[in-house]
């Protein structure tokens, strides 16, 4: 079916419920009849995270049931695409988990995991599970592209597993993922080296059966992988893995000074200053000689200190607003308050209920509703002596 397609479909029942049916809606041996219509579909989410970062159609079903893992040498066709332009077209024989080394981004490597012998599948790419923020100019990819590909996979050989291995056939295989990654690393090609140095983690982290000089090179072995392992997430920015990574060395061999060192480094990396200074002084208390844990201590010393003062100045200035907030809020309560002083000309003697401007004009009330104005009785008086006076003279 298509997008948008609408189809009626007749399933027998040897392609339904069979001849019991499912009961009590469905009798035994029932035809069913389906109506339905395509909205939408996407093929299978292939990441670890589930991030809808690559996403895989098969356009033709391979052969068996065995598929690829990391490790195995491959042989497949490939073809990339950038929007409608074609960037990639050509048969590649690689390692799995070494394809950037050829221009194979990670989705790839991720989607043939999941394919069958002489199966063709298609995979939508992510940036994440392309070529990142660095593209890939030699195939004309930008940073932060979304790609597409159709991939064929021609034959395999697969990689023996840890599980099919013996102790000592365990750490000889991790010593060459070692050298392999240690090359990469050289060449600078990060994630590589990442991919071969956790290869070594996987084969003899947990190896429990080893005694003597093989157990005491086992451990020196997989702590090498995890320092060189955070060493590469460092470099690809991935800090706190590179803790992470860290702490597990710590904690195996706590008087390794490269660990606190390197875990010094990321936690300054994070602006974690504290604990990145008690990690350098830890390496220099296990290595005096250490120039560069000394100098780490000095800057995280630094760095403690300015952020204190921004700290100081941050809190001085968000007292200074809130003062200044208060004041405003006040200053405005204050004005919505009558000033009885100042708007005492302003009040009405002739409305009952408030007090006249002139303290000789009194309001009487009681039964009966009365009003005497004592200036005007004075005024009275005054003329009734004028009078009489007049009269005496």
Known sequence: MTV?????????????????GSPPKIPGGATLV?????FSFQGEDITK??????????????EGYDTPNDGSMVEI????FLGGKQIDDRPLKFELGEGLDQHVPKGVELCIEKMKNKEIAEVNLTPKYAFGRSGCPEKG????????????????????????????????????????????FKEGKFDIAASRYNRVIDFIEHEISLKGDAEVERKSLLQ????????????????????????????ENPENDKAWFRRGEAGFLLNDWENAKNDFEKAVELDPANKAAKNKVALCEQKIK?????EKKTFANMFDKFAAIDQKREDAEKRKKPDTMNNIDEWDSGKKGMAASDPNNI????????????????????AQQEKEEVNGH
Not at 34 to 38: G, I, M, R, S, Y
Not at 77 to 80: E, R
Not at 225 to 247: E, W
Not at 363 to 382: F, K, L, T, Y
Request: some cysteine; proline content about 2%; charged content about 30%.
């Open 224 to 251: 090498a992988g995890r320092l060189n392992l955070a060493l590469c997430m460092m470099k690809i920015g991935d800090y706190l893995q590179t803790k992470n990574l860290c702490s597990k060395v710590i904690e």
């Open 363 to 382: 309001e009487v009330v009681g039964d009966v509703d009365m009003s005497m104005d004592i200036n005007q009785a004075i005024q009275e008086d005054q």
């Open 49 to 62: 995270d589930k991030d809808q970062g690559a996403i895989k159609r098969t356009k033709k079903a391979g």
């Open 77 to 80: 066709d490939l073809k990339g």
């Open 4 to 20: 948008g397609e609408r189809c009626v479909l007749y399933i027998k029942s040897d392609y339904g419920y069979g001849p019991t």
């Open 141 to 184: 990819v930008g940073p932060n592209e979304s790609l597409k590909y159709e991939i064929t996979l021609n034959s395999f050989e697969k990689s023996m597993e840890s599980w099919q291995l013996d102790p000592d056939q365990k750490v000889v295989q991790a010593k060459m993922f070692k050298e392999k990654g240690t090359k990469f």
């Open 306 to 310: 300015l952020h204190k003062q921004r």
């Open 34 to 38: 389906f109506d339905v219509e395509l």
